[in-house]
């Protein structure tokens, strides 16, 4: 059988040729798209580490902060392990909730033989002192 030559015109064809990816161009898009994401990847988990960190210290920074001012007021230390303190600070309305570390963390409460208080994180340490 003979193949007869293609009597449309060049841009109907042209058309035709044109209506979709090739495979080899959507791999390519794909490998771009993957490199992409890769090289922002890490940059994203970096910042969301850093904000954590910063809630974190914020949140040590605040509880040093109101226990000073709870002995202030109460004219005693808060006494017991770091959570009843933490408790203690929200019944005398210092606190509106117990803080909690962004990264799920838990706070311990400490006072030094100088009477300072010291305040760390089970993820971050302490931070801000
Ligand atoms: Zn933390």
Not at 37 to 58: F, K, M, V
Not at 93 to 106: E, H, I, M, V
């Amino acid at each position: 059988m003979v193949k007869l030559p293609d009597e449309r015109p060049f841009r109907a064809r042209a058309r035709q040729r044109e209506r979709g990816f090739t495979l080899v161009e959507l791999l390519v898009c794909l490998a771009i798209i993957g490199i992409l994401i890769s090289l922002a990847a890490p940059n994203l988990r970096a910042a969301g580490e850093s904000a954590q960190r910063t809630g974190c210290e914020s949140n040590q920074r605040l509880i040093r902060q109101e226990l000073v001012q709870f002995q202030l007021v109460q004219r005693r230390a808060p006494t017991g392990t770091s959570g009843e303190i933490l408790q203690e600070l929200v019944d005398a309305g210092l606190l509106d909730s117990r803080p909690k570390c962004p990264a799920g963390g838990d706070y311990e409460i400490r006072q030094d033989a100088g009477g300072q208080w010291k305040v760390s994180c089970s993820v971050h340490g302490a931070l801000g002192e």
